[in-house]
């Protein structure tokens, strides 16, 4: 599956949700994530933001596509992390 990540947590769990990101996904632009995942490890990024973030104060928003076949990715200004292959 591709998926979108959203993030938005407190200022001390920042660092450590970039992390969490950055070994499933890639980074597009702050707070932002996109690219394939397996089921398995799909979880396995849910479980890992489970523990950081506090759920009073913090949201993690995931867009799951199950194919990209009919997805388009557009970008208006500047590219904050431009990929030379994207499918």
Known sequence: MYIILVYDVG??????????????????????FEGEITD????????????????????????????TKYYKRECIGKEKNPMDIFI
């Open 11 to 32: 200022e001390k769990r920042v660092a450590k949700a970039l992390k969490t990101c950055r070994k499933y996904l890639t980074w597009v632009q702050n707070s932002v």
């Open 40 to 67: 398995a490890k799909y979880k396995k990024l849910k479980y890992d933001f489970e523990k950081i973030m506090n759920k009073e104060e913090d949201s993690v928003l995931i867009y799951i596509l199950r194919t």
